[in-house]
């Protein structure tokens, strides 16, 4: 029987283009299949703007609010001595609370499913959901809480004091939407530990793992401008070249492509190319590998632009499709030294056969064993001497891409991680 689902996400569901919205837009995507979806969700890019309408096919009705990050950060600045977590207010909207308020008025929901945790606020704030009765479903995702302790370790004063405090009263408030929803679900067995450990009494945990759509990431692209070019659908070589780094364009084969790909405005990305370009990269010069790196992802920070400066390293801001990127890819590189969960960079790259070289927190939400699926290390040396090994041997790149492609199929299926989420509801 087709139910009533109320999904509130903290950023839109579309496109799936970094790692929260492709978990939620797979969410979405299965959800409608079997229910009657009404969908409310917060715009912080004017770039996503243009994709707004695409959403109305896979709901009954949606509502929306656009906020400008930098103006939000310092309306809730003030709210630090309230001894509230910022993240309530900056995702908070009087005008979306207002449509949802409106939709409760006239229909019964059955289930309200939250992604993020700062999305309780709608329904802690409603009275007119208060009486339906309605499941409550929080999708965590990650422990977003200890995220913010990890950027206290990393940061200085006086943003340490402020990602700590964050932190505490984030969790407090993690554990309170714990006490108040049905079901509080993550994404790995790691994270539903932690949160477990960090919050004791913590009940009704519950994993419902991410995926990978095979189809779309698979290896049938191979490198080269006009590969790039039939991908995005033009017969184009400048656009075709225009996909590739300039050493690859030039034709030199003895140039090894490394990839890094994500959201470059995100600090757990900022942190790991700045880190690959400073501390690693110049290992593999001196070891006589002729790399580039390519840095693949929207809204780079400055910290990332300046990296451009290094004719070894190209950063090209949003890109309408990654596959070329992933296509290209001898090796791909993801030396996150801050991460949780599942990453989906990694997933990914091991879809489209390609060789990974990460770091510990980046492979422990995949689960995929070192030296047989992906390598795994973890300081600057270890890194670098990873690197080299697969630059030096095509036939290592060649079998670890292809154990990796294995393994994610054989683990990472959308729709059987989805049917979980479906039993909840």
């Known amino acids: 029987m087709r139910k009533n689902v109320l999904y509130l996400a903290h950023r839109i569901p579309y496109p799936p283009n970094k790692g929260d919205k492709i978990r939620t837009f797979n ?4 959800l409608v299949e079997k229910h ?36 939000r950060k310092i309306q809730v600045a003030p709210q630090l001595l309230l001894g509230k977590p910022l993240s ?7 005008k979306l609370q207002t449509a949802i308020d409106a939709w409760a008025a006239t229909r019964t929901f059955d289930s309200i499913v939250c992604f993020s945790s700062p999305m309780a606020e709608y329904v802690f704030k409603s009275d007119a959901l208060a009486g339906h009765g309605a499941k409550r479903i ?53 994270e539903a530990r932690l949160f477990k450990h960090l919050v004791p009494e913590a009940r009704n945990l519950e994993v419902v793992g991410n995926g990978v759509d095979f189809d779309y990431f698979n290896p049938a692209y191979r490198r080269g401008a006009a590969c790039c070019a039939r991908v995005l659908g033009r017969d ?9 780094a300039p050493t690859d364009v030039a034709g030199d084969d003895t140039v090894v492509n490394l990839v890094f790909t994500g959201a470059m405005d995100y600090h757990a ?22 790399a580039h790196f390519s840095i693949v992802g929207g809204r780079p920070a400055a910290a990332v632009q300046a990296l451009s400066q290094n004719p070894r390293v190209t950063v090209t801001g949003f890109v309408d499709d990654i596959r070329p990127w992933y296509a290209k890819a001898d090796v791909c590189v ?11 960079k990694v997933l990914e790259a091991m879809a489209m056969e390609k060789p990974v070289v990460t770091t510990t927190k980046a492979a422990q939400g995949v689960g995929a064993t070192h030296a047989q699926h992906l390598l795994v290390a973890d300081d600057a040396e270890s890194i670098a001497a990873a690197v080299i090994e697969l630059c030096r041997n095509a036939d290592a790149r060649r079998e670890l891409g292809q154990a990796g492609r294995k393994f994610v199929v054989e683990h990472f299926d959308w729709r059987r991680n989805m049917d979980k989420l479906e039993n909840l509801i």
């Open 27 to 30: 969410e979405v995507k299965h």
């Open 36 to 71: 009657n979806l009404y969908l409310a969700f917060l715009v912080d890019d004017p770039a996503d703007l243009k994709h707004v309408d695409a959403l109305r096919d896979y709901c009954v009705d949606l509502a929306w609010e656009r906020i400008e990050p930098r103006w």
């Open 88 to 94: 309530l207010p900056y995702f908070y909207s009087a």
């Open 138 to 190: 929080m999708d965590f995702c990650d422990v977003d809480s200890d995220k913010w302790g990890q950027y206290a370790k990393d940061a200085k004063f006086p943003m340490n004091l402020v990602y700590g405090l964050e932190g505490k009263r984030l969790l407090d408030y993690e554990a309170r939407v714990n006490r108040d929803f049905d079901h509080s679900v993550f994404v790995t067995d790691n």
């Open 236 to 244: 184009d070589a400048a656009l075709g070249a225009a996909c590739c």
């Open 269 to 290: 990305n900022v942190d790991a190319v700045v880190w690959f370009c400073s501390d690693i990269l110049p290992r593999l010069t001196r070891a006589g590998i002729n």
């Open 334 to 344: 993801i030396p996150l030294r801050l991460a949780r969960g599942v990453q989906n």
